[in-house]
């Protein structure tokens, strides 16, 4: 999209207090989920663990993930990051290192990387 001078940007917000967890499908056959031991234990403790988060005095504000946007839109075309993780990263942004390094490989042996170039307005 840098060709047409669209700048394309992944907004990846962090765990935020939202209606998401609330709905959170847990397994409605207990006994079942119990019969895979501690594995099973999973789901809840994971929604458990991010609730609690969210109950806490350093709770994330979901305002975080508009004003990480209004930032970016406020960028200079073609300064943008491609990605930006907003909140606590549980290691997004290590992996998206890593993935940056191989999409470009990827790009560059398609012979494409004058594509991923920004284009000047």
Same mark, same amino acid.
């Given at each position: /999209?840098?060709?047409?001078?669209?700048? =394309?940007?992944?907004?990846?917000?962090? *765990? &935020?207090? !939202?209606?998401?967890?609330?709905? @959170?499908q847990?397994?409605?056959d207990?006994a079942? @989920?119990?019969? &895979?031991? #501690?594995?099973?234990?999973?789901? @809840?403790? /994971?929604?458990? !663990?991010?609730l609690?988060?969210?109950?806490? #005095? *350093?709770?994330? *504000?979901?305002?975080?993930?508009?004003?990480?946007?209004?930032?970016? =839109?406020?960028?200079?075309?073609?300064?943008?990051?491609?990605?930006?993780? =907003?909140?606590?990263?549980?290691?997004?942004?290590?992996?998206? !290192?890593? @993935?940056?390094?191989?999409? #470009?490989?990827?790009? #560059?042996?398609?012979?494409?990387?004058?594509?991923?170039?920004?284009? *000047?307005?």
């Amino acid at each position: /999209m840098s060709q047409l001078g669209i700048d =394309v940007v992944l907004v990846q917000p962090s *765990n &935020y207090p !939202t209606n998401i967890f609330a709905s @959170a499908q847990l397994p409605e056959d207990t006994a079942r @989920a119990g019969s &895979y031991g #501690e594995i099973g234990t999973i789901p @809840a403790k /994971m929604v458990k !663990t991010l609730l609690d988060l969210f109950q806490g #005095e *350093n709770a994330p *504000n979901p305002h975080d993930v508009a004003e990480a946007i209004a930032q970016i =839109v406020a960028q200079p075309h073609g300064s943008r990051a491609p990605r930006t993780v =907003v909140g606590q990263s549980f290691g997004t942004d290590v992996i998206n !290192t890593q @993935a940056a390094a191989v999409q #470009e490989q990827l790009i #560059e042996g398609l012979g494409l990387g004058r594509l991923a170039a920004p284009r *000047n307005r």
